[in-house]
């Protein structure tokens, strides 16, 4: 693949696999208000901001909450997942991410992580890959969540790249969407890699390395 020179990567389920940490934050508030929550609903929330999670969980109740009371359960998710973050270490990275990233690196790529996450910078801190990154674009950053392509437009800009320059990888299809509408190029990883829109579907993050030119 010619004229590639950056990547921007999802964090959660493409790098970090923290999908059973916000099951276990939302199941939490789920029971709380004594809403049934499952891991098949929680799969709904991948690529999908905080608030916009909350929603859907909602949804799978039959009552009605204010807006102060809808801010009050997402700091409270959002606390819990924190806390359970703190479990996290190197060893929650797998010794094939870090070798793709150092092929890439060593390839002369810009790498960049284009999350919705307000939490991305603590968990590279926590898991030791922060120092991987050119650029980090996240929860803190941006206005619109995937499917807008906000995250990943800010992450090539921070990278001082155009979109055509880049690749976004991505586990999730919200993700695929938002990749596709700001004009970037696709790995899908993971339920991801269904996505009729993708452009390369990889089964594991090394086989990415067949699509980019040394």
Not at 143 to 160: G, H, N, Y
Request: aromatic share 6%; net charge negative; proline share 3%.
């Amino acid at each position: 693949m010619s004229g590639l020179r950056g990547l921007v990567f999802d964090l959660d389920g493409v790098l970090v696999h923290t999908d059973e940490l916000h099951f276990q934050a939302w199941l939490s508030i789920a029971e709380r208000l004594g809403i049934p929550f499952t891991r098949h609903d929680n799969d709904r929330l991948r690529g999908v901001s905080r608030m916009e999670s909350l929603d859907i969980v909602l949804s799978l109740g039959t009552f009605e909450v204010s807006a102060t009371e809808k801010q009050v359960l997402a700091d409270d998710k959002n606390r819990v997942y924190r806390e359970l973050l703190d479990g996290l270490t190197p060893q929650d990275v797998t010794d094939e991410v870090r070798s793709t990233l150092a092929t890439l690196r060593d390839r002369g790529l810009r790498l960049a992580i284009g999350s919705s996450s307000r939490n991305a910078k603590l968990i590279l801190d926590k898991v030791g890959l922060r120092d991987w990154f050119d650029a980090i674009s996240d929860g803190e950053n941006i206005t619109r969540s995937k499917p807008d392509p906000e995250v990943f437009l800010r992450a090539a800009e921070f990278l001082a790249l155009t979109p055509a320059q880049c690749a976004v990888v991505e586990d999730a299809r919200a993700g695929v969407d938002a990749a596709v509408a700001g004009g970037f190029t696709c790995f899908g990883i993971g339920d991801a890699a269904t996505h009729p829109r993708v452009t390369w579907s990889i089964e594991s993050l090394s086989d990415m390395l067949d699509h980019i030119e040394n």
